[in-house]
């Protein structure tokens, strides 16, 4: 069965940063899509940032483009989010996943850890 467990999630004043890790079980990350995803209190979840399996391409949400960078050592089955320049508005809980299809659709991605809460203070 397919695991994935982030960490590095915390409180963090505005204009700081945090590093999120997903750590996956098996080898999904060298042969899936990994994605970040994020959900706010009373939004929806919305997409992030994502990798291919072959870590040739990265996406990213507009709103975090130029300071969020996904990345993953394949090696260790683990998947990063370096979050920059945070702002209150990034406060949400991150989730991890993974999926065959290369998308920014949450529908289509397999697995999906429990998250992790970031908090950003203004």
């Known amino acids: 069965q397919v695991q994935l467990v982030e960490s590095g999630g915390g409180w963090v004043q505005a204009g700081g940063f945090l590093r999120l890790s997903c750590v996956a079980s098996?080898?999904?990350?060298?042969?899936?899509?990994m994605a970040w995803f994020r959900q706010a209190l009373g939004q929806e979840r919305e997409f992030v940032a994502g990798i291919s399996w072959s870590g040739a391409w990265n996406i990213y949400a507009d709103s975090v483009k130029g300071r969020f960078t996904i990345s993953k050592v394949n090696a260790q089955n683990t998947v990063y989010l370096q979050m920059n320049s945070l702002k209150s508005e990034d406060t949400a809980v991150y989730y991890c996943?993974?999926?065959?299809?290369?998308?920014?659709?949450?529908?289509?991605?397999?697995?999906w850890g429990q998250g992790t809460q970031v908090t950003v203070s203004s």
């Open positions: 996943a993974a999926g065959t299809e290369w998308t920014t659709t949450s529908g289509l991605y397999e697995y």
């Open positions: 098996g080898r999904i990350v060298s042969t899936y899509t």
